[in-house]
């Protein structure tokens, strides 16, 4: 062939093929971008202290005298709101949040509001160890209505928990048509025994239905915007309440009114902390070790209110701390078997 006119010079390198990046490069390269690694068990250790903190608020609102639970709620929604409010501009969320889903947001307010209302009612009327096993029958109320309303699976096991928890809340509430009418372990009353139950089963359906409500909405709506919701419609509500029930009144002492506060904080950091857990944890080990909040409802209620809980208290939690953890281990094993499904 006829050549057009002699070859320009090559600039050193220009035609070879690139170098491959060595193993160590590429290794390098890697765990560079890696983030890293979070510690092992911090989410488990986050579960624990928010259970602690949990049952210390509840110990402060034993100790408080003559403020209704109604306004011990609203001096929580206040302390929920001051903390909400600059995440909600941060973020940019709005206050109303998406058009669609604003109905299950007020629904998820009300609930949740109604729930910690009765639930401190529950605290303030029987034991702290009573009160805190009964509302730990809540994973076994949501699978139920979740089977009822989102269509989830509803297996023999979920309906074996089921009655595991019923026979926990039986143990506790000790009715006088299967134990007689000398029942003992009890403060004060059994006619108020037997409404601080009611109020403990009626706040748990409640707290079960806003997680039903919360799985329907997913993640279409910030975790901020959910708690804007449960504070401002509990304040009002907490608010027509006490007026209606003209209990409306600041504590008498001092010590009361840092008890107030103290709760506010405490509940408050434990939302935070069990946010973190299930943020970093799978739900299924943050749901067992949300049990301890009960061990600690048990030590506190010995060391600092001086009663000791009755055979029939411990046999209803073993029946309720089972069935719980055996609720979370079902849902945990469920979700990593499709999660694996998935990879595959």
Request: proline share 5%.
């Amino acid at each position: 062939r006829a050549r057009l006119g002699p070859a320009a010079p090559r600039a050193p390198g220009a035609g070879r093929a690139p170098a491959a990046p060595t193993p160590t490069a590429g290794r390098l390269s890697v765990a560079g971008t890696k983030k890293k690694a979070a510690c092992p068990g911090l989410g488990l250790f986050y579960t624990i202290l928010s259970a602690f903190l949990f049952s210390v608020a509840s110990l402060f609102l034993k100790k408080i005298e003559d403020v209704h639970s109604v306004e011990v709620s609203a001096f929580r929604c206040v302390f929920q709101m001051a903390f909400v409010l600059p995440g909600l501009i941060y973020y940019k969320t709005g206050f109303l949040g998406p058009k669609g889903k604003r109905i299950f947001l007020f629904f998820r307010g009300f609930l949740g509001s109604t729930a910690m209302v009765l639930l401190y009612y529950a605290y303030q009327v029987m034991p702290l160890a009573d009160a805190t096993v009964i509302t730990f029958t809540s994973p076994v109320f949501t699978s139920l209505l979740a089977w009822i309303f989102l269509k989830e699976k509803y297996s023999l096991w979920d309906l074996l928990f089921t009655l595991f928890a019923i026979t926990g809340v039986i143990l506790i509430a000790r009715p006088p048509f299967l134990f007689g009418s000398r029942v003992t372990g009890i403060e004060g009353s059994y006619s108020e025994h037997l409404k601080g139950t009611i109020a403990a089963i009626a706040s748990t359906l409640s707290a079960a239905s806003t997680i039903v409500i919360l799985r329907k909405v997913g993640k279409s709506v910030h975790y901020f915007l959910s708690i804007w919701y449960y504070a401002v419609i509990g304040l009002i509500g907490c608010v027509i309440a006490l007026f209606v029930l003209n209990e409306w009144r600041l504590p008498h002492c001092g010590r009361d009114r840092v008890f107030l506060i103290l709760i506010g904080l405490l509940g408050l950091g434990g939302q935070i902390f069990l946010t973190k857990a299930l943020q970093i944890e799978k739900a299924g080990p943050v749901s067992i070790m949300r049990t301890m909040d009960v061990v600690f409802a048990f030590i506190l209620q010995v060391l600092f209110l001086n009663h000791l809980p009755t055979w029939w208290t411990v046999g209803g939690a073993l029946c309720v701390v089972a069935s719980s953890s055996g609720t979370a281990i079902r849902k945990w094993r469920h979700s990593v078997k499709k999660a694996k499904q998935g990879e595959i």
